[in-house]
């Protein structure tokens, strides 16, 4: 088969996929792995089996993929499918740069200098700057890196010993936290989860009390790291107030902007995250809300010179970094060498849809969700479970008729929905409660698939409840 006969196979498939949103089929697939595994040829051949396989190979992989763009798909934080950011994404891996010098990635670098000057604007780091990551679990590691350097100046260098170096998170901090920790260095132990709240929001004063209990106690308190959009609540953290105990007690506060950040767009909604400009450093995921697909991801920095410290390491690689090229190569910045460009997919996203865009995104989202809200507390058989602040919309179902225990039945509802195929949404929890936590964070979402969402939460709800058995 020609290229061309082989690119057009692809495209056609691609609009067949993309169209395929607005069908009422399954969002998942119905096989378990174990049927999944059964019923697939994925083994690697000791003959090739040539391009036509391929394309057989890739009709089943995307019979059996997860619709993500579908707007029955509100699971994790992300979802949905733009054509200028796909278009980007097929045309970065054709070309295929290195985001490590200038010479060998020379658009692309210069996109990615745009999109993180652009992107400390909005923040308000005139003097920023920073790198795309692998996500905001990088991020956020990268932030703590930064803060042990500006704790222990020259550590990168010379390592340290993080058996007292503490950092405060809020009680409903990502877990990618505790991977942080272990990475710099000071291990789980020395994350001090600080109180929040009822709204899930870290409270200001336990923070200082935590500080000062630690630092009795002979720990070193070195950073803080709030959040803005927490995981499950969609809580953000009083940044303004936070940063403030944080610098008077000379620690590099960071924020974790991956699920929340794209508030900053919209003049409604900034006011989410007032106070962003006194943070040292922070991570924001153009692969969440903003529906970029994965990964797209950046970490911010106020002090650029600090994560160019953490990134000192290049400076040894003569075989990629010239002196004449150092105010320009991104790989001085980043702790990956090979990189991939994600760059592109933003750039073109960001240029297809403005600021503007982009505002009308995040209030458009808000807007649904606040609708999928008032659904929730309209109906006497679903519970709200937290004051909603961005797009997550955490309920449970929770009927007058039954004695069944709430935590079972709301179980059992997530996975009839998953087995119904029909919607996807996540299971959480909010202290010791069960609850179902769909986000908007998809653009192919829409008001009537918000109304069939919750229309099937009460049927199954119901179904339970009447002790009919499950599809599955
Ligand atoms: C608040 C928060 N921070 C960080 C992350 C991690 O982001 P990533 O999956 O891009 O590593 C998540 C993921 O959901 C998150 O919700």
Redesign the pocket.
Known sequence: MDTEAFINEIADRLVAYINSKDKTERVNSSLSSRSLKRTLDVSMPIEGLGMEAALDDLDSYIEHSVKTHRAEFMN??WGGLSLPALAGEMVAAATNNSMYTFELSPFATIIEHTILNRLCEIVGFPDGFGTMT?????G?MIGMLCAREHAIPGSTKTGFDGSKMVVFVSDEA?Y?VLMAANVIGIGHQNVIKVRCDEDGRMLPSSLQEEIDFARKEGFVPFCVVA?S???VRGVFDPLSEIADIAHENNLWFHV?A??GGACMFSPMHRGLMDGIEKADSL?W?A??LMGLPL?C?TFLVKRPEVLRTLCRHADVAHYLFHNETEDVDLGRYSLQCGRRNDALKLWLEWRVRGDAGWSAMVEQYMDYASHLEHLVNSNPALELMSTRMWTNVCFRYSPQNTDMDLNVLNVELRNRLIQEGMFMVSRSNIGDDVILRPVISNQNVTIQSIERFVESVLRLGDDIVRGLPSLG
């Not at 692998?134 to 990088?138: A, L, M, P």
């Open positions: 994790p934080l692998t996500g905001g679990s990088n956020n990502h990618s959040t959009g927490t995981t974790d991956a699920w991570c995921d692969h969440k990964i991801s």
